[in-house]
């Protein structure tokens, strides 16, 4: 299994706006940022140069991984618009 | 969507909901099924196990014949997994004359979307693309729901939520604070192809039969578990982590899986197999504490929505209770409608129906091999316990031999206290004895 190709093989219908919204101001406080590891699609990634959490909701497989792992509810979680976002083959 | 009336609304078209209408619906309710994927089963990436239970047969005649699940499990594999071992327990049933009671493997978006069509003819209507965002309360009671754009509604006297693990819809509602890591597991998955003749030999199956492996350890210490099961032409492979470890441990999911994936245990059977999915869930894993009341004016909540979901390091059990109570919240969803009485008294006939069913008299009788799964040590330590109990009971290396219990003090000594062993030891025997 190479790693980097399976991010590739999930499907999705973006919608143009994010469903989820990250408070960065609310972030900078955070010790451990557990998003960017625990995210099983990462879309949180650590920037240095910004010094903050970069978040692509475009890759997002709708766990709700982020949001328990957040303690400082630094995010307003939703599921995307109806039809959109991540589809999961059906065969 | 205002023109017609309905007596039931159900949020999500997963086994819970799908059952839940369909059963609202056999009782006369005019029911309406919103999925906020384009189509149901596009949002479930699931493919493990469903164990046989009453409600859908009941609902649906000939339901284990027609349903399109995939292989009936006959054989199952529990290995603990240590650094340079692995012990398996493997459990085969070949009794073929007994009334099927067992448990299948199958592939859920291709589930869903059949289980809802049956909800469909029988009368529900079904409407996919459509995102719950929220409830309607009238005078202290849910009538209906917030679906998407800003003043959708739908109101109904009945609201049955089967929104899944997050639970959005009864935290609204008052029934929980919101889940939490802690109660949690986060499940990653890799689907893979390969034919039909190429898993029967690699499992040791015929054709129709399945096969599940589970593994315990092998996680870096993050407590969880892995798992291959057998689709008719596909292998399910993955991991379910308990979150609040992975946080604490600091390991990526799909960093585990890569390992996983390629570890001794499972590459075998994946040679030449072709990996054409990735996906990952949550899932509530924290037994009987985290089941909320499920039902208060107006609304109930089924399946994972209600923490129904559980394993005991056994078995897992999900679907079947997600199936069971998504049955109970329509019948007594549609006795109540009947009476023109949706109140939260009545509506309690509810939670008084699951705690009398299997579904919560399971987490009750396995609560405590639930908590027991939460102990680090099990993960980690213990493992490596087994592996070294094994290796030295096979090795062969001109010493006199040792009894197992010497064995297994001096691989426990290194490790564990004492006294926190024999704690242990108490602890699995009342978990499971």
């Known amino acids: ?91 | 969507m205002a023109a017609t009336e309905f007596d039931a609304v159900v949020v999500g078209a997963g086994p819970a909901g799908s059952i839940a209408a369909l059963t609202l619906s056999q009782k006369g309710v005019k029911t309406l099924l919103l999925e906020r994927g384009e189509r149901p089963g596009a949002k479930n990436m699931f493919g493990g196990t469903l164990a046989w239970c009453p409600a859908p047969e009941e609902l649906i005649p000939g339901f284990w014949e027609k349903a399109p699940w995939e292989r009936e499990v006959v054989r199952r594999v529990l290995t603990v997994v240590a650094e340079t071992s692995a012990t398996s327990m493997v459990f085969r049933s070949d009794d073929v004359d007994r009334p099927f009671r067992g448990r299948v493997t199958l592939f859920r978006p291709a589930f869903d979307a059949w289980l809802a069509a049956q909800a469909q003819a029988a009368g529900v209507t079904v409407v996919c693309g459509c995102t719950v965002e929220g409830l309607v309360v009238c005078g202290g009671r849910v009538c209906g729901v917030r679906v998407g754009g800003s003043d959708g509604v739908v109101e109904a006297p009945l609201v049955v939520a089967g929104d899944g693990a997050l639970s959005f819809l009864a935290q609204e509602a008052g029934l929980h604070a919101g889940v939490h890591a802690e109660q949690m597991a986060v499940g990653v998955r890799a689907l893979y192809a390969l034919e039909e003749d190429e898993i029967d030999g690699r499992f040791g199956l015929v054709r129709g039969q399945g096969a599940t492996n589970e593994y315990l350890g092998g996680t870096e210490g993050v407590r969880g578990g892995g798992f291959v099961y057998t689709q008719t032409e596909s292998l399910s492979v993955g991991l379910v982590l308990h979150l609040d470890s992975l946080k604490t441990r600091g390991f990526a999911p799909y960093d585990l899986l890569e390992r996983f994936v390629g570890s001794v245990h499972v590459a075998p059977l994946l040679r030449g197999a072709q990996l054409v999915e990735y996906s990952a869930h949550l899932l509530p894993e924290a037994g009987l504490s985290m089941v909320p009341r499920l039902s208060t004016s107006g609304f109930l909540v089924a399946g994972d929505a209600g923490g129904l979901c559980y394993t005991n390091g056994l078995t897992q059990e999900g679907m079947n209770l997600a199936m069971t109570s998504g049955h109970l919240a329509g019948l007594v969803g549609a006795e109540a409608l009947e009476v023109g009485d949706v109140s939260a008294a009545r509506l309690a006939a509810y939670d008084r129906r699951l705690r009398e069913s299997f579904v919560l008299r399971d987490l009750k009788t396995y609560d405590r091999a639930i908590k027991l799964l939460r102990r680090d040590r099990l993960f980690s330590d213990y493992p490596e316990v087994v592996g070294a109990i094994m290796e030295q009971l096979y090795a062969s290396d001109g010493a006199p031999k040792r009894r197992v219990g010497s064995i297994a003090r001096g691989a426990l000594r290194d490790r564990i206290p004492i006294r926190e062993t024999l704690a242990d030891l108490i602890r699995i025997g009342r978990s499971y004895l």
């Open chain 1, 1 to 91: 299994m190479n790693l980097d190709d399976i991010f590739d093989l999930v499907s999705y219908r973006i919608h143009p706006e994010p469903h989820i919204v990250v408070d960065h101001d609310t972030c900078a406080s955070c010790s451990h940022r557990a998003c960017t590891f625990a995210c099983p699609a990462r879309c949180y990634e650590w920037n240095e140069v910004r010094g903050r959490v970069d978040f692509a909701y475009e890759s997002c497989l709708e766990c709700g991984t982020c949001l328990l792992v957040c303690d400082l509810g630094a995010l307003d979680w939703n599921y995307p618009a109806g039809g959109y976002g991540v589809r999961f083959r059906a065969t």
